[in-house]
């Protein structure tokens, strides 16, 4: 059975949400010359479904049913029994899941999950770095508003045919994966951009969803032969999370680029009320120096500017407040 750390590892190492400030993007030709959208920085003060209001013109959410179906989807039902849950996560082809994983409690690695499956009911989930869903669908299917975030292409596309796989056996309501499933093709930083270049591995490597801003922050085991850029959108989480919704987990799983998420999202842990109770965050030495961070510099800020209790985990790092 697979352990929390083994499980996080193998997210973390194909995904990325990341994110620098201006100085940074441009030193390194990240950021893509200005567009009529990023010209300047717009809000759209006017609010949507879900109460979020000063959402950029250039950031909206993705609906899956405008999504293209995988064409070579690799299902793996995850089962949560103490709480009669299951998800059906889409992984890729070179995955070693199997078609059936059960989380047996905190000792067979559900730590993590634990902590989203218990998420009150008014509370939301934050997953920032979301990979291919392996949590956004736990999110789900506990009932919670989720709001995910993933700059790939592929992703968003095993993220989708996930939840609708879900929904399909009966997992979830197709009424519930609309309303509470917040999913956005995006960057999340400390900085608000609408066109931004993220880099991966080329389609011959096969590996799609692993990307970063450098190219040495993509964890993978062998060097690609060369690599591709997209182009996405990066937010700040402040600009993005209605200001009404009590936070009970942020989950940031990022290569290297935790620290300008946690940034960038000031204003959710300024609030009195309603702030996250759970950070739960990786912090991986090669990539967090590889991105030009300091170890330790997000627990730091939490626990004296915020009043967290760390924890170590390994390579994560959880905060409870």
């Known amino acids: 059975m697979a352990t929390n750390s083994s499980v996080r590892r193998r997210a973390s190492v194909a ?42 013109d250039f950031l909206k959410p993705v609906s899956c049913n405008n999504v293209p179906m995988d064409s070579d989807p690799h299902y793996s039902v995850a089962e949560f029994p103490l709480y009669n849950k299951s998800a059906v996560v889409n992984y890729a082809p070179w995955s070693r899941w199997k078609e059936r994983v059960i989380f047996d409690g905190e000792s067979s690695g559900g730590g993590l999950y634990h902590q989203i499956l ?13 990979n291919i869903g392996q949590m956004t669908l736990v999110g789900l299917i506990s009932g919670v508003a989720t709001f ?5 292409e592929y992703d968003i596309m095993k ?4 939840v609708n796989e879900t929904v399909r056996r009966g997992y979830a309501t197709q009424k519930l994966s609309i309303e509470n499933l917040h999913l956005f093709r995006a960057l999340v930083g400390n900085e608000s951009r609408s066109n931004v270049s993220i880099t991966r591995p080329d389609d011959a490597f096969g590996k799609f969803e692993q990307a970063s801003l450098f190219e040495n922050t993509i964890g ?22 209605p200001p009404n919704l009590p936070i009970g987990l942020v989950k940031i799983d990022v290569q290297g680029f935790e620290w300008p998420v946690v940034q960038g999202m000031v204003g959710l842990l300024d609030r009195t009320v309603g702030y996250p109770r759970i950070i739960h965050y990786e912090e991986q030495r090669r990539v967090t120096l590889g991105a030009g961070y300091k170890l330790g510099t997000i627990q730091k800020f939490l626990e004296e500017g915020y009043n967290y209790t760390c924890t170590n985990l390994g390579n994560d790092i959880s905060c409870k407040k």
């Open 118 to 130: 218990d998420i009150s009911p008014n509370e939301i989930f934050i997953d920032v770095g979301a």
């Open 15 to 56: 995904l990325l949400v990341i994110c620098v400030g201006l100085a940074s993007l441009l030193k390194n030709g990240a950021l893509v010359p200005p567009t009529s959208l990023s010209a300047g920085v717009k809000h759209d003060e006017q609010q949507d479904e879900t109460g979020a209001s000063a959402i950029h």
């Open 148 to 152: 995910a975030f993933d700059p790939l």
């Open 159 to 162: 993220i989708c045919s996930g």
């Open 220 to 241: 993978v085991a062998r060097k690609p032969k060369s690599y591709v850029k997209e182009y996405v959108p990066m937010i700040r989480l402040d600009e993005v999370i």
